[in-house]
């Protein structure tokens, strides 16, 4: 089995961002590519631990065209969602950051920063088991998601990668988990259980470093909760204000 650091991740669409498709559909291709992917754990993504995966992608509209050779304080910035940056290197595709998962043949977390701006950052960290039953760190979840992308928006600020930015967020592997809720004191009924191995929410749109992205990202937040059963984020109050 080869190091995970080493791989290629050889992620964008043939053709590149600059084929004459919309945005919207070629954003769409690309992540349910990326998705295959890391389903399949082939020589284009990383092994990653077993369990449910977060996947959160940060796509601009417009390609970048990165020079790493003058790039300052990427690790500062490119931590992988719900984790911290504990190893980095530059790679064919642009530069890594990952944790590395219970043995050297798997990961625990990454992020991938690509030469034309999008970050790819995967983590298997919000899944757990709890009284017997596969749960999701909501909370955790949540404000780990949302300081992630506040993040890369200073990196892309830093690096002149231009907005807006659009913000995929994709959990695989989900079938049989449940957001930890406190309601009931994390009580879980079977109507709570996620039901499909995959749910990919709606893209939603960054426009710019001054920008609320707990209101841009709750509908985000929503549908993972939707999809465990339950009518929103439970972070929110009725107002759409955050909560915690």
């Known amino acids: 089995m080869k190091n995970p650091v080493v791989y290629e991740v ?20 690309y992540i349910s590519e990326r998705i295959a992917a890391l389903q399949d754990a082939g020589d284009s993504a990383p092994q990653m631990e077993n369990g449910v995966l977060t ?9 970048a065209s990165l020079n790493f050779s003058a790039t300052r304080n990427l690790n500062q910035y490119l931590a992988p969602v719900g984790s911290s940056a504990t190893n980095f ?7 890594l950051t990952y944790s590395r998962g219970r043995s050297d043949a798997t990961l625990d977390a990454y992020a ?6 999008t970050i790819e950052s995967v983590t298997s960290k919000f899944g757990g088991l709890y009284s017997d039953r596969n749960v999701i760190a909501s909370l955790q979840f ?4 949302l300081a992630t992308v506040a993040s890369y928006v200073l990196l892309a600020d830093e690096l002149s990668v231009a ?8 959990m695989v592997r989900a079938r049989g ?3 930890a809720s406190n309601r009931s004191q994390f009580w879980f009924g079977e109507n709570t259980a996620i039901d499909r191995d995959v749910l990919r929410a709606e893209p939603v749109i960054v426009q710019g470093s001054k920008v609320d992205l707990a209101s841009i990202l709750q509908p985000v937040f929503d549908f993972f909760w939707q999809s465990s059963g339950l009518p ?12 915690r």
């Open 112 to 117: 991938q920063l690509y030469r034309d701006g």
């Open 142 to 145: 949540e404000r780990d998601v």
């Open 55 to 63: 996947i959160l992608h940060f796509v601009p509209r417009e390609a």
């Open 163 to 170: 907005p807006p930015w659009s913000v995929v967020l994709t």
């Open 177 to 179: 988990y449940a957001m």
């Open 10 to 29: 050889n992620a964008k669409p043939e053709g590149g961002w600059t084929v004459s498709v919309p945005f919207d559909a070629r954003l769409h291709d």
């Open 232 to 243: 929103g984020s439970e972070n929110y109050d009725a107002e759409g204000k955050r909560l």
């Open 89 to 95: 290197r530059f790679n064919a595709d642009g530069y």
